[in-house]
């Protein structure tokens, strides 16, 4: 289900979204790849794509469950691929049953990806950088601190007094709070 919230807020994103595979995509993460405007994936790239599958307990009711559950789940990701794909509900089936693994020539004659990676020439013209389209630089910790304040206000739970730089441990004793009022 994360990965088609993902999915849902990259379609949603009202400029281009280029996605560059430079490793695995495999299940989820191909699903999310398909929003991308343009896949590029690198050369020594994979992408799969599979049936979705799910763990069931219970009696023969709750396993029909299950199994409904898994048919809709794969028509949705069947939805996804389509759009990117434009390849038969009916192949596109067949790929996932199948568990097809794809290289990056595989993966762009069936459509999941729109051209492979290339390295920089050198030749390129130099892009101006303007102030609306500068690299965005982030770090780990302060990706980490704008979760955490979000989680946190989500929870009605006090910031600490403002800190110059967060330590490890007080973000543990911040995630702690957190859970005790999930």
């Known amino acids: 289900m994360a990965a088609a919230q993902i999915y849902n807020m990259l379609m949603d994103y009202k400029g281009d979204v280029t996605v560059k595979i430079d490793g695995i995509a495999a299940s989820a993460a191909s699903v999310i790849a ?6 590029l994936v690198s050369p020594v790239s994979m992408m799969m794509i599979h049936n979705p599958a799910t763990i069931a307990y219970g009696d023969t009711a709750e396993m029909q ?6 048919d809709e789940v794969k028509e949705s990701i069947i939805n996804a691929y389509e759009i990117k794909t434009n390849l038969s509900r009916a192949k596109l089936s067949r790929l996932m049953d199948a568990e097809t693994w ?3 020539h595989s ?3 069936l459509g999941f990806a729109d ?4 390295r920089p020439t050198g030749n390129e013209p130099e892009a101006e950088v303007t102030d609306d389209h500068a690299p965005v630089l982030f770090s780990r910790a302060e990706v980490t601190n704008s979760l955490m304040d979000k989680l946190a206000a989500k929870c009605r739970i006090q910031p600490p007094p403002t800190e110059p730089e967060r330590s490890v441990d007080s973000l543990m004793e911040r ?8």
């Open 175 to 182: 995630l702690k709070l957190i859970k005790q009022h999930i």
């Open 102 to 104: 794809m290289d990056a």
């Open 34 to 39: 398909m929003a991308g405007t343009k896949v």
């Open 107 to 109: 993966a762009g004659e």
């Open 115 to 118: 051209g492979i990676l290339q």
């Open 65 to 70: 469950k299950a199994i409904a559950m898994l």
